[in-house]
């Protein structure tokens, strides 16, 4: 079994910053692609970044050089830096993946969603 566990959602006061985490878990063979989406209350769940199993990175143009997506040295580690935060990046974060498990294959994985809320 896959697991995707995301951490560090919160309150934030505009300006600030917070750092997401997701770690991919169970039987796995290796993680491909990893990604952060973001679900705002009424809208559709977008993508705000994403980074290959090379390290590229490609970001939704809402989020360039405020938001940093990395990944950790075992490769089923990311991470997302926010900074600057405003009012409209207010969402509930999803964490992604493509991960090769001895079950499935290659498939997506999920997290189960952590809140970022920024307001004064």
């Known amino acids: 079994q896959v697991q995707l566990v995301e951490s560090g959602g919160g309150l934030v006061q505009p300006g600030g910053s917070l750092r997401l985490s997701c770690a991919a878990s169970?039987?796995?063979?290796?993680?491909?692609?990893m990604g952060w989406y973001r679900q705002a209350p009424g809208k559709q769940r977008e993508l705000v970044a994403a980074?290959?199993?090379?390290?590229?990175?490609n970001y939704a143009d809402s989020v360039k050089g405020r938001f940093a997506i990395s990944r950790g040295n075992a490769k089923n580690t990311v991470y997302l830096q926010m900074s600057s935060l405003k009012p409209e990046d207010t969402a509930v974060y999803y964490c992604?993946?493509?991960?090769?498990?001895?079950?499935?294959?290659?498939?997506?994985?999920w997290g189960q969603g952590t809140q970022v809320t920024v307001s004064s």
């Open positions: 992604n993946a493509d991960i090769r498990s001895a079950h499935t294959g290659l498939a997506t994985y």
């Open positions: 169970g039987s796995i063979f290796s993680v491909d692609a």
């Open positions: 980074i290959t199993g090379g390290g590229s990175t």
